[in-house]
């Protein structure tokens, strides 16, 4: 009978840097603002909505690229989609407004798995993403965690008895975190 451990409940932001990647483009100048990229929740929020705009207008331009391809398939195939996309996109925008209330009020108005262990953690991701090319990437960043942690503070989550409560750098390697989760599951 195999032995069956218990997997720790991980929260996992994805990221594509490593310790000390801060100095790998640096041209030994110093940085703007002394090195501080502290920014404003908001600064999260605007990028966010900012994503969501462009992803739906790169949807709506590929679907009106392909429409005359679609509408061979299906005459009807073309503005089932284009209604999908539009209702998607005004969900989208449901949710960010939400979100943007459970921040501002400090109140969890969406559970967990709609919010901070949901598609915040992708919003976070595209975000970084979309400021990159503009080289807001580590201000959008610093904000989206300060929204990440205001929304899992507003939860006042305990940790109980019995529990054990792991903070783990993100930029170990994934053998090493894989090492940590199970000792951690051991105990």
């Known amino acids: 009978m195999a032995e069956t451990t218990n997997r720790p409940e991980l929260i996992h932001l994805e990221v594509d840097r490593r310790l000390g990647h801060e100095w790998d483009e640096w041209d030994g100048q110093p940085l703007p603002n002394g090195g501080n990229f502290d920014a404003p929740a908001r600064l999260f929020f605007l990028w966010s909505v900012a994503w969501i ?98 929304l899992a503070l507003g939860r006042k989550r305990k940790v109980g008895a019995g529990e054990l409560l792991v903070l783990i750098p993100r930029c170990l390697a994934k053998d090493v975190l894989e090492g940590v989760l199970a000792v951690a599951g051991r105990y």
């Open 53 to 150: 705009v462009a992803a739906t207008a790169v949807g709506s331009a590929l679907l009106f690229l392909l429409a005359p391809r679609l509408g061979g398939i299906s005459a009807q195939l073309p503005g089932v989609l284009a209604w999908s996309l539009g209702g998607f996109a005004a969900l989208l925008l449901v949710w960010w407004a939400v979100l943007f209330l459970s921040y501002s009020t400090r109140v969890a108005l969406l559970p967990e798995r709609l919010a901070e262990r949901g598609p915040l953690l992708f919003f976070m991701r595209q975000t970084s993403r979309l400021a990159d090319r503009f080289g807001w990437r580590d201000r959008v960043e610093n904000a989206s965690v300060k929204v990440y942690d205001a």
